[in-house]
């Protein structure tokens, strides 16, 4: 038979909770967990010992001192009776006051969403038409369910507080697991919760990992959806990823991207309004349910900061009009990059690369030839050198290096000229360009510091590589197709068909494969290597700079019937796209540069200076530290560690960005004295976005595993009738188990002891 409870004293006090000033009734009793024949046989336990104290004082003559002995003798067998019984006190505290119903409101960004769409009236000419439908916020669709007045229903049954998340000071994401961590943690004698929500969480814990806590106290989680789980049709500007900066009179890329929800495709004329008056358009076909990319080139006339804003034109069935328009900065510079030519012999290739770059306004070129034939190293004009840098000083002034038809041997580069040059792309963010030739002198550079720089691994056993009586043609990749420095028209199928038409090559490089971590941009039309087809344009990145490899020297014959249109354009691609690192902002001896270029919220740049004394020398140690202010005014100071070779001068740091926009730096080295100031943008993906779908099976999750239930905004009878059925919160119960209590138990020893102790004395044994 199963043990029972049976309650033996009752009472009742009023207490009150010193932590929360809760006022709480306790409801005291003496419980007993025994059974029926657990209690027979205590009762006849007892009445034998009493039987039998009564006959062994009868036979004492009533000796007082047998009659002591037997009065312990029975109070100890009792005790022991009412212990096997095993007897509890119990406290049962409920509190006095109404439980609390937390009703938690989503304030976010999200809630912003126009997607809640109001009760139509009825046509009242009786055609049953809808009119006078719109969509408001879900914000404003929630407003009236801030006032207090709105639970005046729910008075009689619980005390209703009523706070919105996330807090004021928290602008960018949702946090749906902290407000139910704090109404748990708060609120004391919660009788439930009720979520108003679009569900969109993006921050913290998963909404989920609440559960657990909210099962156990009992406490069910209800929620009010709110918003559409479809999106409405909407044309929304995602992104405008402009460059830091740009070069007066060179035409600068605006890629932008544009998402549509709408139901078809739709042809929309994008606008794009510069600060200083110019107006561009270009028509774009937007894809249905999905993403479109396009850019639009602008051309600046003048050097200064400018504005670029996008519009995309609201659509006759967007129900979002307010974004489709976003901003961005950018610096316009009167740029002069300079750049260094090496090269063995003076073949066409050497000598129209040195005409492309000495025309362009925007690069001052220096020419050096390791003529063999010549008397002294040097050339006839102004653009050559006499000798390789000398310094690092000198060296790292060049923003790019060409690498032609030459190696490390006699007359030509040394070991010490190949590490400086490493060096320079490796912590100076300079460009390096090779351009072999049918001498085969760059596969010695495969013994040099150089050879990691390599982005392909050269044929040894063809170092003069393969010369054709036919001309040779190379074909973009996917990655070609899409690259920068491979367009050389306005669009992607006109660049494509320029790359076809092209004048083709009678010789190229002996190539066996690409190494890991390159971008091979376009292959021979035909010849292999260990890969498949043989690379011949291929870029990597190496430490903090950029190398291109050009297998053929064949680039200057693209000049055939076009003069320079295709051959100065490639040419002036690759200096612009190599040296943009390296200018971002620079001073007298300092420059500062960082990557990705063009960050994102949420993206952790890596930023990296060059400090340089002085004298010119490269800073070896140093206290390099990076000021920056973002938007919202708060300040975070970045130390700049060394970047892994003291004899260049580079420093290099970690930067979350959490805000977007304009932030503004401050770059100062305590040794020198100097100070550098610039700014970089980001761009406004925030986590907490306007016009995306509501998630409401997040919030139907939630009430589900917790017993409580999701109801409808609409209808406010069934809220009413939900939460009445609340069940109020269990009481708490403290039992104290008497039959293993420590001072009961010291009790029965202690009869026992002066049982045995007194039979002793009284010579009973």
Known sequence: MRPQSTPIIVAQTLA??????????????????TSPWLVALSITLCAIALILSWLAIRRSGYARSVIWLELLRCAAIILGAIL???????????????????????????????????????????????????????????????????????????RVTISSFPPANVSDGTDLAAPLNTALDTASGLLGVLLVSDGDWNSGEPPVSVVSRYRTLGVPIFTIPVGSPTRLPDLELISVDTPT?????????????????????????????????????????????????EAVVWTPKAEGDFTIAVEVPPHADETIPNNNTLTTPIAIRQEKLKVLVIDSFPRWEYRYLRNALSRDPGVDVSCLLFHPDLGKVGGGNRDYIKEFPATLDELSKFDVVFLGDVGMQAGQLTAEQCTLLKGLVEYQASGLVFIPGPRGNMNTLAQSDLEPLLPVVLDDSKPDGFGTRNAMRMELTESGRRSLLTKLADTQDDNVDVWMNLPGFQWHSAVS?????????????????????????????????????????????????VEDKYHYRFWGQVVRWMAYQRNMAKGESMRFYFSPDSPSIGQTLTLRANVMQASGEPLSTGDVTAKIEAPSGKTQVVKLASGGSESWGSFEGRYEANEPGSHRVTLACKQTGETLETSFFVQGATRERIGQAARPKVLEELSRLTGGKALSLSDREQWFESLRAIPKPPSTIRRIPLWSHPALVALMIALLTAFWIGRKVAGLI
């Open 16 to 33: 009150e909770s010193s932590s929360t000033a809760e006022k709480l009734v306790s409801q005291q009793s003496l419980t007993f967990s």
């Open 84 to 158: 096997l019984n095993q007897p509890e006190w119990t406290e049962d505290f409920r509190s006095a006051e109404k439980p609390i119903l937390a009703v938690l409101i989503d304030r976010s960004p999200s809630m912003q969403t126009q997607d809640v769409i109001q009760s139509a009236s009825t046509d009242p000419n009786g055609t049953g038409a809808s009119i006078g439908a719109s969509a408001i916020t879900r914000a404003e669709a929630v407003d009236a369910l801030s006032a207090k007045e709105r639970w005046g229903e729910i008075d009689s049954i619980a």
């Open 513 to 561: 494969r690409a190494k890991a971590g390159t971008e091979v941009l376009a292959v021979h039309e035909s010849a292999s290597g260990e890969q498949g087809r043989m690379p011949l344009l291929a870029t990597k990145t190496f430490g903090t700079g950029k190398v291109l490899f050009m297998g053929t020297d064949g680039v200057w014959r693209w000049r055939r019937g």
């Open 245 to 293: 900066f740009g070069i007066v009179n060179k035409g600068v890329r605006i890629p932008f991207t544009v998402e549509s929800s709408l139901p078809r495709d739709t042809v929309v004329q994008v606008v794009v309004n510069a600060s200083d008056g110019e107006r561009l358009t270009k028509e774009v076909r937007v894809r249905a349910m999905s993403r479109t990319s």
